[in-house]
Each structure stands twice: as C-alpha cells, then as structure tokens.
C-alpha cells in the first residue's frame, strides 16, 4: 500500500538512522528505508573520534554503544617513515570522551533502534528503485519489499545509501573532485589480543607499508593492512597468507595479537575512488557516503557522517515553512558540507597515497613532534582542525631549508617535493571554488530498478 510521509531516509545506518531519530523526534512523519536488515555488516574502518562520540551522546545512545565494551582509545602510536612517536588523544572538557572502534553490526543496530523507538517508520529488507518526481521537483521513491512495489511519498527524500546511492543516481546528482584511490584495504578481527590502558591506535606508515591497529567492542582487536593497489594480485591468489605477511611486518600489531586468534573471515575493499556529489536538489539530499566519501585512511567515515545528519536534521526543521524554503535550507547545509569536507578529501587522499611518504612532509611532522605541537595534528584526525592551519607554508618553507641544510637528500629533489606540494595546494583551492565534475547519472525522476553495485564515475 502506498504512503505518504514528511520526510522519506533510504539508507539506515550511521547516517541515516541518527538523521531520522532526530526529524521523528521533532514531530515529523519519517519512513526509514533499507535493503538490509539488522545487524548486518558493510564495509567500513569503524573507528570513529571524539565529534563522532559527541552526536552519540546527543542522540542519547552512547551509553548502549559503550556497553558493547568498545574502550576509548586514549593513546594514538603513529609511525610516519622513520618518524615513531606516542601521543595522547586531544580530549576537549565536554567531550564524552575519545576515539572508539565499533563494528557495524553492533553501531548500526543501536542507531536503528534508535530511529524506531523515536517513531520512524523503519522499512528493512526493501529496496528502492528510484525517486519519483512530479514538475521538476522529487516528491518520493518508489520501493518493493514485503508489500510488493509501491510509492513513498514524502516532501522530502534523503539519500544516505552510501557510494552506490539509488537516490544519487535517480536523481542525477553529479560527481565532482574525484580523488582516485591508490590502495586497498583488508581487515580482521582478533580475539585474545594482549593489551594494557591506555587503549591505543597503531598507525603505522613506513615505505609503502600501512597498518593499523586497535581494540574494538566485544574483547575483539583490529588489525588493517592498507597497501597499494599494484599488490591486489597477490593478495586475489593468497589473501590469508598476504594478509598475515602484512601483519607480521607490523611488528607492534603483530606482537599484540600473537597470543590470539583470528575470527570471521577477511573483509576487503579493493578500490575506492573519494568524490563529491551534488547533495541537494528540489525536494531531495544526499547525506553521508552517499553525498561525500574520502580515501578511508584517516577513519572519519562514521564521525563525518554522524556531524553531517545532525546538522542537516537543524536545516531540515529550520526549512519547514514550505517547499522553497526547505530547498534553501538544504542547499545551504550542502554548501556547510562542502566547506566542512574539503581539505580533509584531499588530505585523506594525501595519507593514502601509494609510495613512501616525502621526506618534505616527514620533516614537517618530525618539528611538530619536536615542538610538542602533535596535539594540533591529532585534532586535524579529529577533524577540529584543518590540515592548512597545521601543515602551514610557513612550516613547508621551514622543513625544505632544513632538509637542504642537512643535505640528507638531493637538493634537486627537496626543491621539487616543496614545490609540487605547493602548487597541488593552490590547485586545490581553485577545485574547492571551481570543481571539476565527472559527469551526471540519471535523470531525476528515473524509477526503474537498476542492478548492482554503482561506484562513483
């Protein structure tokens, strides 16, 4: 039977249940739609910050995520080259407290839950063909499910089903600012870790080596290897030997889980490319994922995702007045979005590039280091601050003159590092003014089912 509904979410997990907890428990009709049902795995690094953390509280379920047993992770071990250094997590008097590691099953279940209790109407096991649009304007999808095919109606459609958004693609919201990834990403689960407090994050990025590191919910520990694309074949004809190879080459993470035992199979996902996506049009948006993804290395999925459908929940309810005014509101949030995320895209797709990282960047980490200023770059992982205000030029000309000082490397070499690192800033800059778009899906209105998995252009 069909329905109608103030506001229509596709896509139920760190996006869209907490956007739709919060538009229920404002008053508004909201239907909550997903193909899954719950607890269900996706991919993910499913660690997430402090900002992350706060919106949990805010939605008044970070006690049920805590009594998962996830600890906060106080401590963050970070290897950059020969660059080593343990530093405690930035924690600010109103946070709840750090960093945490919770698998998806677990988070998402707690964040549906949520969005059912707060009075959304939550749809799993459905599939959403398309939007529907009636004078140029989206005013719902069309799903089949349980019920058969039938229409949801709603003033509003908001499209938080990740990188292969139906609602992006049926809607024609284009791509731009793509960020082509140059690794791949592998994970597991290991029970019987040995660990003591403080909870501690490895990240290790060394030659072309990355691993990651740290306890998770449920007693279980992480462990992530990152490595560049040209090795994908070898991890296709032996994934659990590759991936064992890569753990033991992380010696810290290797001792850590050696007392243990692996559990589950290997996750992976074998390519990604960061994008943007025009995220709002007459009566629809895209939120999370499904609107914005970066290279995964710095693990602000979650976290980004919570901060962008709390705020775009505010513009939602602040746009009430009526049709224009609800385009304006979420056109504004879109422009926030942007401005939000834009220098950790590229940042992120800068900690995930394949090769080793340049000694001009090493050299700018070590004087942080060196000048106890690596609070500064944690808060950047925390996304607080923006990795311009702590990889300044100042300290780009600073490190160059070092280096070329302690003629540890050609001076030819240093010269061109500093300067290709200054002109991609500058062309950055143009592409957050100016971007450069990838084309365009569908036409909005489309409502035919389309198969499979789409990945951004």
Request: net charge neutral; glycine share 10%; charged share 25%.
């Amino acid at each position: 039977m069909d329905a109608a509904f103030d506001v229509v979410v596709v896509g139920a997990r760190c996006a869209g249940s907490p956007l739709a907890t919060l538009l229920a428990r404002e008053g508004l009709s909201v239907a909550l739609v997903d193909r899954a049902e719950f607890p269900s795995d996706t991919p993910s690094t499913h660690i997430f910050q402090n900002e992350g953390a706060k919106v949990l509280e805010r939605l008044g379920v970070l006690d049920k995520v805590l009594a998962s047993g996830a600890p906060w992770i106080e401590r963050n071990d970070s290897r950059i080259s020969h660059l080593r250094h343990a530093d405690p997590i930035p924690r600010r008097p109103d946070d709840p407290g750090t960093w945490l590691c919770v698998r998806r099953p677990v988070l998402d279940t707690v964040l549906v839950e949520a969005a059912r209790e707060a009075g959304a109407q939550v749809l799993t096991s459905t599939r959403v063909a398309g939007v529907v649009e009636r004078d140029g304007r989206v005013c719902g999808v069309r799903v089949s499910g349980e019920g058969g095919v039938r229409l949801l109606a709603a003033g509003l459609v908001v499209g938080a089903d990740g990188r292969g958004s139906a609602v992006a693609r049926s809607a024609g919201a284009r791509s731009y600012n793509l960020i082509p990834g140059q690794r791949f990403g592998v994970w597991a689960y290991y029970e019987g870790a040995t660990w003591s407090p403080p909870a501690t994050l490895f990240f290790h990025r060394w030659d072309d080596e990355l691993v990651i590191g740290c306890p998770a919910d449920s007693g279980l520990f992480l462990v992530a290897a990152i490595p560049p694309l040209e090795r994908l074949p070898s991890f296709r004809s032996d994934p659990d030997g590759f991936f064992d190879a890569q753990l033991a080459a992380c010696e810290p993470v290797a001792a850590t889980v050696a007392g243990g035992r692996r559990v589950g199979k290997l996750q992976a996902m074998l390519r990604w490319t960061g994008y943007f996506r025009e995220s709002a049009g007459p009566g629809w948006a895209l939120v999370g994922d499904a609107g914005h993804f970066k290279d995964p290395t710095p693990g602000q999925g979650i976290s980004d995702a919570l901060r962008q459908a709390e705020r775009l929940a505010s513009a939602v309810v602040a746009g009430l007045g009526g049709p224009a005014s609800l385009d304006q509101a979420t056109a504004a949030w879109w422009r926030w979005r942007d401005e939000d995320a834009a220098e950790m895209a590229w940042f992120a797709g800068d900690l995930g590039r394949a090769g080793p990282v340049p000694p001009v960047l090493v050299e700018m980490l070590g004087e942080l280091v060196a000048s106890g200023g690596v609070a500064s770059f944690l808060d950047v992982m925390n996304h607080r601050t923006k990795p311009s205000e702590v990889l300044t030029a100042t300290r780009l000309a600073a490190a160059t003159g070092r280096l070329i000082k302690r003629r540890e490397h050609r001076r030819s070499e240093i010269l061109r590092q500093a300067k290709e690192i200054a002109a991609e800033e500058l062309r950055r800059q143009w592409l957050n003014k100016h971007p450069a778009y990838a084309g365009s899906g569908g036409p909005v209105g489309a409502t035919q089912p389309q198969e499979g998995v789409v990945s951004p252009p």
